[in-house]
């Protein structure tokens, strides 16, 4: 145990997780002050686990194009709270990078940083990541952006890209109550400093058979601010996921999670 008198003292608290099968997810909060005397509570590891701007070590991780290099590294298992700052042993992932519809680069990890002409044009980057038992949500994740950039010269800039977040109430064990309707609410988010409008449309569908049948749920929402009328069958099993935002200059985000959290 350590004890400090410096009232200015800021801490960082981490979480991680580890399986030679799984992977390891390397989560941390934000700095903060505790104050003496004061009593404070923090919920960690809580679905559901997704791609978000999620907290790095030394700031948060931003997806951004530095001259003709694109710099892009997602946190796809991101908790509640945007917590995740890497994913390392991870056997069940994939990139690819299509340019203009073309397949340009396919990778067997999570990060890509890879020169490309200077010229503008259309690109779709898709991540996917399969996580093995002792895992038993956000087994299978995929994120997919496609945007448009060309050269940003001597400065790094920001990719036009956002993210969609899942955000049940959920008990402490990730868990929402089988035969129940549930508004599950949603958060359209653009990474931070980029340079996006919010989205035009929103289009949410829900399995209850890990993927293997969809649904088209019910959204209402605007801007950032979404949500979707979900409705729960009767028996325990999982709910999973899959979203796709268009925003007014066609930049698209697609999400989806496989057992994104449990009904019990």
């Known amino acids: 145990m350590y004890y400090a008198v410096d009232s200015a003292l800021e801490w960082r608290m981490q979480f991680d997780q580890t399986d030679l099968d799984a992977g390891v997810i390397d989560s941390w909060e934000e700095l903060a002050r505790f104050e003496a005397g004061e009593c404070y509570e923090q919920q960690w590891n809580q679905a559901v686990f997704g791609p978000a701007a999620s907290t790095a070590t030394f700031g948060v991780n931003v997806q951004s194009r530095y001259g003709d290099s694109l710099q892009i590294a997602p946190a796809l298992l991101a908790d509640h709270r945007a ?4 994913l390392s042993l991870s056997p069940g992932a994939q990139t690819r990078l299509f340019r203009d519809g073309e397949l340009i680069k396919e990778l067997d990890e999570l990060n890509l940083f890879l020169d490309v002409p200077a010229e503008s044009a259309r690109y779709r980057v898709e991540f996917e990541l399969d996580r093995p038992l002792p ?4 087994t299978h994740v995929e994120l997919a952006w ?7 010269g001597d400065e790094s800039v920001a990719l036009p890209i956002s993210y969609v977040r899942f955000l049940p109430e959920l008990d402490q064990d990730s868990a929402a109550q089988k035969g129940a309707k549930l508004v599950l609410p949603i958060r359209v988010e653009a990474q931070p ?3 996006v409008s919010g989205p035009e449309s929103l289009t949410v569908e829900v399995s209850y058979d890990d993927g293997q049948s969809w649904s088209e749920a019910t959204v209402e929402g605007e801007g950032a601010a979404w ?6 069958p009767q028996q325990s099993g999982f709910v999973s996921l899959r979203a796709v935002a268009i ?9 989806t999670i496989i057992r994104a959290y449990r009904l019990q």
């Open 146 to 152: 496609e945007f448009v950039s060309a050269s940003s």
């Open 227 to 232: 949500s979707a009328q979900l409705e729960h």
């Open 83 to 86: 917590r995740s700052g890497g």
């Open 135 to 138: 895992a038993e949500l956000s």
């Open 193 to 195: 400093e980029a340079e």
């Open 247 to 255: 925003d007014a200059d066609d930049n698209v985000v697609e999400t």
